[in-house]
């Protein structure tokens, strides 16, 4: 198929940025950052800089891939990721749109690569049990009811690939920091940092920049791991608990 | 070379407990004073970073990725083993310790073995503990199920994305104490050379990918947990950017690479579909449970649907093969990953493949979704059950087992494996080879120690499913924080390191020189371009099977290519700026040096022993062929100034299991 690139290319942070168009054949098997190596060994071959994008796993699961494409976070697919989108979702003569996710807090880098360090920031603000290594008691010392354990795993299934940020016209992480904060107040091991966890992170997210939720949904939307919106909510009770709960 | 293992006396099930309670401690007050550097943030990364960092050691962690939590780890899928014997089927720690020897095909050190198989139990409570939501029984325990190469239910798995789980567990903890200033976390750096002051490993040069700058950092000891080197064969079921330059470098700097022809091909991939193809696909092994591999019977069934004029579903059952259930009837399709794949591979080259390139065989869920679909309509008390019904029922407990691999599968090739059986093909997936270490994780440069895949120390020459995250989270969470302490005890006296020594002056220089030349260079061909030759020339002479004239042929082959290399690649850019094609330069340079010393490891070990299947040696039923006379041993070879490897070799002691031939039929 005979494809239109239409591609974000932006020197550094401070440059400017501008589309480049580029003319490509692909075949339908490909996939689309497959499509894209194509792109860079013909820009390569033409001794000029090829279009730097993240990606490692090609498989969905490292939370690497970054672009917006036609418009939309990971393209127009539920539940799939960029490295996971294949050529066959479309066709000959299409020109496809090419940016990085942009949010004010996830600053572009280089082309299509942005820095998503903000959300390290969060989840060190308090996304994890305070539970040294040899500390545990047995595994099946506690049992955890199964689908607790289930809903923890929905929440838990976060890849942080920040395409909830990307897709919020608001820019805002509530669907990122809701998945973690849900994930462990479902077990009862996380259960007993919660209210301090729930404030923590939330004041971190406010701090690194990101909107506010306005119940817009297109986060749960353009989920690579179709999480639900819920989670916000299920935060915002937590949060208002919290504050009226005294340490 | 004399390679001590520093195997501690006593009898095997003795050992650790006995070494961990006379070893060597660090006082709390001294632990503030040391600084520890580790390479890697993956899972054997990642939980000794933290680990060591709860210690209270001064932590400086590395990793090339945009964030710790990013790591290949991360893609593991199926499970993670642990002698719990929760299901009361036999299980133990010695069992688990015999079938990884067994799995390993005796080419592993007991010693090493046994300690990852009494920390596996250990494990799985700290990850509970920090909030991994394995699955459970409706009893709220913890759930199992089977792997390859055993008999027992010991793996514990959180749906198919075991490996993530268990990755943003032990991140969580890095998380923590990197918030508590106990870690420095260093992301988008990578380590382009470690730096050796009078004998000892005392830091690392890295470049900050972003701006390009090189960086030198010292610390009282260096932790590589870097990970494999599968990606040497280009197609792999790695991540892009795995590389073997951190241990490659080591090697450089006299540590020693043992047993680099180890390399494990899965038998379940998603078959290659085309020349641009970028990476492989794996689909979990635990698929093998309740898929059964087959492939057609008559040749002309196989022509036939090659050519797609035949589908799977037109066949008879008198027409199919299911030949690992025909030729190995004890453990029928869960025989370990070696003998699959070559199984895969035998019947594709007598033709018998059943995609367009002849390269794939079906894995078939058809009865499963039978047997499943009965069984459900009999808990329901439905009688008399249509085939529809029972087709429905059925598909719905495989999809809560498998389910996000069924719609991995479907979103590569779109093809729905409910309707028709997945088509699969062995691909190379990881690697049992690596740095050689002792007991205590060091290779034999003081003071620098390999953990993960990044050593060679557990697996033998073949690696059962589910133990790669045992072992890097044992290496990480139970045995560095010990073994650390019998170095890092002889240097309380050790003032800070300075990284304005000589020794680190000259190796920034010398870094600094490589890239430039990478640049300079300026030639007509992509750095993509090399690997994938590269990739070609591994898989034909060193992959699924291998003969002495084809790896003579391919070592000439390579150092051809590398000396291409040298003169001909095209890295555009310049060295101080994010240049993700200058990173992938200077990963394929140290491919193209490693892949010779696999080519050569593999022509000197003249037998067929687990991944390594030499075709010189094989028994007369077409099974891999041991000689424990002669290759008892660890071949952990020396890169020489000259740029001729050497080996040297540490003898294997079997004290406590009989070596015998390997069998499950």
Redo the contacts between chains.
């Keep these: 198929m005979q494809l239109t690139l239409k591609v974000w290319r932006q020197k ?1 942070n401070k440059a400017e940025g501008k589309f480049e168009f580029h003319k490509i054949q692909a ?1 339908e ?3 689309f ?2 499509m894209l ?2 792109l ?2 013909k820009i ?2 033409e ?4 279009v ?1 994008f ?11 891939c970054s672009m917006v494409i036609n418009g939309r976070p990971h393209g127009p ?1 539920a ?2 990721t960029t490295c ?1 989108l ?1 050529m ?1 979702a479309y066709k000959s003569g299409d020109t496809i749109t090419i940016e990085p996710f942009r949010a004010t807090s996830f600053p572009v ?2 082309d299509l ?1 942005v ?3 903000s ?2 920031n969060i ?3 308090g ?14 010392a ?5 689908d607790d ?2 809903d ?2 929905d929440s ?2 976060c ?2 690939c920040g395409a909830c940020v990307a897709a919020c016209p608001n820019g805002s992480a509530m669907l990122f920091t809701s998945a973690k904060i849900n ?2 107040e ?2 009862p ?2 259960k007993i940092e919660h209210n301090t966890r729930v404030k923590n992170m939330i004041k971190q997210m406010d701090k690194e920049g990101f909107g506010k939720c306005s119940n817009v949904g297109a986060c749960g939307v353009e989920c690579p791991k179709e999480i639900p919106m819920d989670n916000i909510a299920a935060m915002n009770r937590s949060y208002l608990t919290s504050v009226f709960t005294k340490e | 070379m004399k390679l001590d293992s520093k195997t501690p006396e006593g009898s095997l099930a003795e050992k650790w407990t006995k070494y961990r309670g006379s070893m060597n401690l660090v006082a709390p007050n001294n632990k503030r004073r040391l600084d520890v550097i580790v390479v890697g943030t993956g899972l054997a990364g990642a939980s000794a970073a933290s680990t060591l960092g709860e210690l209270g050691y001064n932590v400086k962690a590395f990793t090339f990725h945009d964030s710790p939590r990013r790591a290949h780890s991360i893609a593991a899928q199926g499970g993670i083993n642990a002698a719990k014997n929760y299901q009361n089927d036999g299980d133990s720690i010695y069992r688990l310790f015999y079938d990884t020897i067994k799995g390993g095909d005796y080419r592993s050190r007991e010693s090493n073995v046994h300690r990852l198989a009494e920390c596996s139990t250990e494990i799985i409570d700290q990850a509970v503990a920090q909030g991994v939501p394995f699955a459970r029984e409706y009893g709220g325990l913890l759930a199992n199920r089977s792997f390859g190469g055993v008999q027992v239910s010991r793996t514990f798995y959180a749906r198919g994305q075991t490996g993530q789980q268990l990755l943003i567990g032990a991140y969580s903890g890095l998380s923590r104490q990197i918030a508590l200033g106990k870690v420095k976390m260093h992301n988008r750096h990578e380590m382009l050379d470690v730096v050796i002051v009078d004998g000892k490993a005392r830091g690392i040069i890295t470049r900050n990918l972003l701006t390009g700058k090189l960086e030198k950092h010292a610390a009282h000891c260096v932790v590589l947990a870097t990970g494999g080197y599968g990606n040497v064969f280009y197609l792999s079921t790695n991540a892009m950017g795995s590389n073997v330059s951190a241990a490659w470098r080591a090697v450089k700097k006299g540590a020693l690479m043992a047993n680099p022809c180890y390399t494990q091909i899965h038998p379940t991939c998603i078959p290659v579909s085309g020349e641009y193809q970028s990476k492989l696909t794996l689909m979990s092994e635990s698929l093998r449970n309740d898929g059964r591999v087959w492939v057609p019977n008559k040749l002309d069934d196989a022509k036939a649907i090659q050519q797609g004029q035949k589908t799977a579903q037109e066949l008879k059952e008198e027409d199919r093969d299911y030949y690992l259930e025909r030729r190995y009837p004890a453990f029928g399709n869960l025989v370990p990953r070696d003998v699959a794949s070559r199984a895969a591979k035998t019947a594709t080259d007598e033709g018998k493949g059943v995609v367009k390139t002849g390269l794939g065989v079906y894995l078939d869920f058809a009865a499963a979704i039978e047997r499943y679909g009965k069984s459900t309509a009999h808990t329901k008390g439905i009688s008399n059950p249509s085939s529809a019904q029972i087709k429905e029922l059925g598909e719905e407990v495989v999809s809560q087992k498998y389910g996000n691999l069924f719609q991995m599968y479907e979103k590569i090739t779109g093809e729905n494996p409910y309707k028709s059986p997945m088509k699969i093909y062995p691909a190379v997936h990881y690697t049992m080879g690596g740095l050689w270490v002792d007991y205590n994780l060091e290779t034999n440069i003081p003071g620098l120690f390999a953990l993960g895949e990044a050593n060679f120390s557990d697996h033998g020459a073949n690696r059962l499913g589910a133990s790669a995250l045992m072992q890097g989270l044992a290496d990480g969470y139970f045995v560095i924080p010990y073994t650390i302490g019998q170095f890092l005890s002889n240097e309380i006296r050790t003032p800070q390191i300075s990284n304005e020594s000589p020794e680190f002056i000259t190796a920034e220089k010398e870094t600094r020189a490589r890239l430039d030349h990478l640049i300079d260079t300026n030639g007509n061909q992509s750095v993509e371009s090399f690997h994938r030759k590269l990739g070609k020339i591994m898989w034909e002479y060193c992959g699924m099977s291998r003969n002495a004239e084809g790896l003579q042929k391919g070592i000439k082959m390579i150092q051809d290519l590398r000396e291409e290399f040298k003169k001909d690649v095209f890295v555009p850019g310049v060295v101080e700026e994010f240049n993700p094609e200058l990173e992938k330069a200077t990963r394929v340079a140290d491919f193209l040096e490693m892949g010779e010393v696999m080519m050569r490891d593999a022509l000197d070990r003249n037998e067929s022993c687990g991944g390594h299947f030499r075709e010189e040696y094989v028994s007369s039923d077409g099974e891999a062929e041991r000689n424990d006379e002669e290759y008892t041993y660890v071949a952990a070879w020396e890169w020489l100034e000259n740029g001729k490897p050497q080996v040297h070799k540490e003898e294997l002691k079997f004290e406590n299991v009989e070596l015998k031939t390997r069998s499950y039929k």
């Design positions: 550094n075949e098997h490909m996939s950052l497959e190596d194509v860079n060994e390569v071959s001794k000029k800089e090829p730097a993240e990606h490692d796993c090609r498989e969905g699961i490292c939370g690497s697919q539940g799939t996971q294949h066959r880098i280089k690569v820095d998503r360090s959300f390290d989840i060190q603000a996304g994890y049990i305070s539970v040294n290594t040899g500390q545990a008691v047995d595994g099946n506690i049992p955890v009811n199964r354990a289930s923890a795993f838990a299934a890849i942080g994930h462990l479902k077990l091991q996380g």
